[in-house]
């Protein structure tokens, strides 16, 4: 295998960056000069040279918490948000908009990243109007840096910010946590890669070749992220997820394996290991190895909470390898914890880059002046847009390929943080914030067409990657336009299309996509997000609607169970008696469930675990079901 090892855990003193210097306001004339860095080194973060204004810290003394409920209605909000624009209107004068990007651009040199906030409509007063919120969510986002219990409805730290700087966390048992798990992730990693642990004997090959990730949500978005932005063209391990517990989508992943299921290396990643989903993909991997003659243990690797029920089930069984997940750690901002890492370090990718680049953004992500803090400028433009009610989804359109999945990721990172119907003070708000996306430029023969001149219900965040290729391998396809210039070229025009119909954008831009930048996208949203919930007096750090929506599954499947009890009974008689949906209901005790009752036959009958004696499903009241034989064991348990 051609593949190196090193580079994947190699060491990065920019893990422990140095505070940089204060920001201070210009005290110069206007420079409206941009600089745009050849490379990746360099200098803290830096605001672009700006116009000497106002610092937004003058503005009025911090309010009490206040729950935005209290404050405006959602109806109020939004009358408010579209007086104060259809006043103002957005700017479309060259010169003034020239002068608004280069006041408003954020740059962190070091990374290579920019923010530019210049198309979105707000005023320098309504900023300023914001600073009070802004203040009282940087103390928060403070306190909840020191392991305050920042998730009160669970009664939970949130500690994903001291993954990418263990001096953070609040305890020296924790830092240890993270730098051991750090630590024992890059060496199995690095044994797998390099051949010291091997698959078993009966592979035909002495290494491990394939991944198979089995995981749902935080567990599975993340790690897809990571691998479509960074994995290499020929990684030392290919990489297969199983997300979901639809069984022609397992049997596909299973079945692209082929006999490389023995030369598998199976990564079940789960909390608690009772996640429904993940439980099932696991028992389906395992009936295929059983089925080919493998000892799944030998190749199977837990991530979970300590002495949860897959922590016990692998280390009775004798898995090769098992990683903890934290309870101060949630799903969506796991993919710096073992989640996230030991799927990246086995395709070859740098975790260390990824850790130094989220680790730098959160630097930079502590100021409290919100024009020279790239998560806080997101959090005021989302306000702005949506004004402060979620009133407009939000559009991510990133201009690179290898970023396609970040829109995905994006999805739950920011509307399961968001979307919680009760605010902090108990107040029923209905917060949240759609975003859904594609690519660019893909979306421009998608929806861009409505974008432009349909339904105004949003606003787009461009993401834009300044390199286009490796050095040297970029050729003109005509003369002085590459392919790259093409995609430049649409992304810059969708911008001014959609502007000059009124349509307001974000764009995001990093030089490359390495490991570091990706690392820094990262952190730039998980602190807009808890920035931008504080500002609308949400937890961010729960998930109540996903819990319920697991608990009904539940009910759903014992119905089932009754149902398939009365059907066997009625099945075990001489003669089989057919029963109507009133009949099924009735004798399940849930005469309100017929409804429900019909779907599960109607599942039932499509997978031959039925058969519809009279009628059809579309006519639900010509229903006569019974079961194809009568289970002799079910009747008497």
Same mark, same amino acid.
């Given at each position: 295998?051609?593949?190196?090892?090193?580079?994947?855990?190699?060491?990065?003193?920019?893990?422990?960056?140095?505070?940089?210097?204060?920001?201070?306001?210009?005290?110069?004339?206007?420079?409206?000069?941009?600089?745009?860095?050849?490379?990746?080194?360099?200098?803290?973060?830096?605001?672009?040279?700006?116009?000497?204004?106002?610092?937004?810290? %003058?503005?009025?003394?911090?309010?009490?918490?206040?729950?935005?409920?209290? !404050?405006?209605?959602?109806?109020?909000?939004?009358?408010?948000?579209?007086?104060?624009?259809?006043?103002?209107?957005?700017?479309?004068?060259?010169?003034?908009?020239?002068?608004?990007?280069?006041?408003?651009?954020?740059?962190?040199?070091?990374?290579?990243?920019?923010?530019?906030?210049?198309?979105?409509?707000?005023?320098?007063?309504?900023?300023?109007?914001?600073?009070?919120?802004?203040?009282?969510?940087?103390?928060?986002?403070? =306190?909840?840096?020191?392991?305050?219990?920042?998730?009160?409805?669970?009664?939970?730290?949130?500690?994903?910010?001291?993954?990418?700087?263990?001096?953070?966390?609040?305890?020296?048992?924790?830092?240890?946590?993270?730098?051991?798990?750090?630590?024992?992730?890059?060496?199995?990693?690095?044994?797998?890669?390099?051949?010291?642990?091997?698959?078993?004997?009966?592979?035909?090959?002495?290494?491990?070749?394939? $991944?198979?990730?089995?995981?749902?949500?935080?567990?599975?978005?993340?790690?897809?992220?990571?691998?479509?932005?960074?994995?290499?063209?020929?990684?030392?391990?290919?990489?297969?997820?199983?997300?979901?517990?639809?069984?022609?989508?397992?049997?596909?992943?299973?079945?692209?394996?082929?006999?490389?299921?023995?030369?598998?290396?199976?990564?079940?990643?789960?909390?608690?290991?009772?996640?429904?989903?993940?439980?099932?993909?696991?028992?389906?991997?395992?009936?295929?190895?059983?089925?080919?003659?493998?000892?799944?243990?030998?190749?199977?690797?837990?991530?979970?909470?300590?002495?949860?029920?897959?922590?016990?089930?692998?280390?009775?069984?004798?898995?090769?390898?098992?990683?903890?997940?934290?309870?101060?750690?949630?799903?969506?901002?796991?993919?710096?914890? %073992? $989640?996230?890492?030991?799927?990246?370090?086995?395709?070859?990718?740098?975790?260390?880059?990824?850790?130094?680049?989220?680790?730098?953004?959160?630097?930079?992500?502590?100021?409290?002046?919100?024009?020279?803090?790239?998560?806080?400028?997101?959090?005021?433009?989302?306000?702005?847009?949506?004004?402060?009610?979620?009133?407009?989804?939000?559009?991510?359109?990133?201009?690179?390929?290898?970023?396609?999945?970040?829109?995905?990721?994006?999805?739950?990172?920011?509307?399961?943080?968001?979307?919680?119907?009760?605010?902090?003070?108990?107040?029923?708000?209905?917060?949240?914030?759609?975003?859904?996306?594609?690519?660019?430029?893909?979306?421009?023969?998608?929806?861009?067409?409505?974008?432009?001149?349909?339904?105004?219900?949003?606003?787009?965040?461009?993401?834009?990657?300044?390199?286009?290729?490796?050095?040297?391998?970029?050729?003109?396809?005509?003369?002085?336009?590459?392919?790259?210039?093409?995609?430049?070229?649409?992304?810059?025009?969708?911008?001014?299309?959609?502007?000059?119909?009124?349509?307001?954008?974000?764009?995001?831009?990093?030089? !490359?996509?390495?490991?570091?930048?990706?690392?820094?996208?990262?952190?730039?949203?998980?602190?807009?997000?808890?920035?931008?919930?504080?500002?609308?007096?949400?937890?961010?750090?729960?998930?109540?609607?996903?819990?319920?929506?697991?608990?009904?599954?539940? =009910?759903?499947?014992?119905?089932?169970?009754?149902?398939?009890?009365?059907?066997?009974?009625?099945?075990?008689?001489?003669?089989?008696?057919?029963?109507?949906? !009133?009949?099924?209901?009735?004798?399940?005790?849930?005469?309100?469930?017929?409804?429900?009752?019909?779907?599960?036959?109607?599942?039932?009958?499509?997978?031959?675990?039925?058969?519809?004696? =009279?009628?059809?499903?579309?006519?639900?009241?010509?229903?006569?079901?019974?079961?194809?034989?009568?289970?002799?064991?079910?009747?008497?348990?």
């Amino acid at each position: 295998m051609a593949s190196s090892v090193s580079g994947i855990c190699s060491s990065s003193p920019s893990l422990k960056p140095k505070a940089p210097a204060a920001a201070k306001p210009s005290a110069s004339g206007r420079r409206d000069t941009v600089s745009f860095p050849s490379g990746g080194g360099g200098g803290g973060a830096k605001p672009v040279d700006r116009a000497p204004s106002l610092s937004l810290a %003058a503005a009025a003394a911090p309010l009490p918490p206040r729950s935005v409920a209290r !404050e405006i209605s959602a109806d109020l909000g939004k009358a408010d948000g579209a007086a104060r624009k259809e006043k103002r209107g957005l700017e479309k004068d060259s010169r003034s908009l020239w002068r608004r990007y280069v006041d408003w651009l954020y740059q962190h040199k070091e990374l290579g990243l920019f923010v530019d906030v210049s198309r979105i409509g707000f005023a320098d007063e309504f900023a300023a109007e914001m600073e009070p919120r802004f203040q009282a969510a940087f103390k928060a986002m403070e =306190e909840l840096e020191k392991g305050a219990i920042a998730n009160p409805d669970e009664g939970r730290m949130v500690g994903h910010y001291w993954l990418r700087k263990s001096e953070l966390a609040p305890t020296r048992f924790l830092k240890a946590q993270i730098e051991n798990t750090l630590d024992a992730v890059c060496n199995f990693a690095a044994d797998v890669v390099g051949g010291k642990i091997k698959p078993p004997p009966t592979s035909p090959v002495d290494r491990f070749t394939q $991944v198979l990730s089995v995981g749902i949500g935080g567990s599975a978005l993340g790690p897809q992220f990571v691998a479509e932005a960074l994995a290499p063209d020929n990684p030392p391990l290919k990489i297969r997820f199983i997300d979901n517990t639809d069984p022609a989508g397992i049997d596909h992943q299973i079945a692209q394996l082929g006999l490389e299921l023995a030369s598998t290396l199976v990564i079940v990643i789960s909390k608690s290991g009772g996640t429904p989903e993940t439980r099932n993909g696991l028992l389906e991997v395992q009936k295929a190895f059983r089925e080919a003659g493998l000892d799944f243990a030998k190749q199977g690797v837990a991530i979970t909470q300590e002495n949860s029920l897959l922590d016990n089930t692998a280390r009775i069984e004798g898995w090769l390898a098992r990683f903890p997940m934290f309870d101060w750690v949630g799903g969506r901002t796991s993919e710096m914890s %073992a $989640v996230g890492l030991l799927p990246a370090a086995l395709q070859g990718i740098d975790i260390r880059e990824m850790l130094a680049g989220a680790s730098l953004m959160d630097e930079a992500t502590r100021t409290k002046v919100v024009k020279n803090n790239p998560a806080a400028l997101l959090a005021l433009c989302w306000y702005w847009a949506s004004d402060g009610v979620g009133s407009k989804d939000m559009v991510v359109l990133p201009y690179k390929d290898s970023l396609l999945l970040f829109s995905r990721y994006l999805q739950q990172l920011v509307m399961e943080s968001l979307g919680k119907e009760f605010d902090l003070d108990g107040n029923r708000v209905h917060q949240g914030l759609t975003v859904y996306g594609n690519k660019g430029s893909t979306d421009q023969h998608a929806y861009i067409q409505q974008l432009r001149e349909g339904v105004h219900n949003f606003f787009v965040t461009f993401i834009e990657v300044l390199r286009d290729r490796p050095p040297g391998h970029d050729w003109e396809l005509e003369p002085g336009v590459t392919c790259g210039d093409y995609l430049f070229g649409m992304l810059q025009g969708t911008r001014s299309a959609l502007y000059a119909n009124d349509r307001e954008s974000i764009t995001v831009t990093v030089q !490359e996509v390495t490991p570091r930048s990706v690392g820094a996208l990262i952190a730039l949203y998980e602190r807009a997000v808890g920035i931008y919930a504080s500002l609308v007096n949400i937890n961010a750090y729960h998930q109540p609607g996903v819990e319920a929506g697991k608990k009904a599954a539940a =009910e759903v499947l014992a119905l089932q169970k009754r149902v398939l009890a009365v059907l066997n009974e009625a099945s075990c008689k001489e003669p089989v008696e057919p029963l109507t949906l !009133e009949e099924v209901a009735e004798r399940c005790h849930a005469p309100e469930e017929i409804e429900m009752i019909h779907k599960i036959i109607a599942h039932m009958a499509a997978n031959d675990r039925a058969l519809i004696a =009279e009628g059809s499903c579309g006519s639900p009241r010509s229903i006569k079901v019974f079961l194809g034989e009568c289970n002799v064991d079910e009747l008497y348990a």
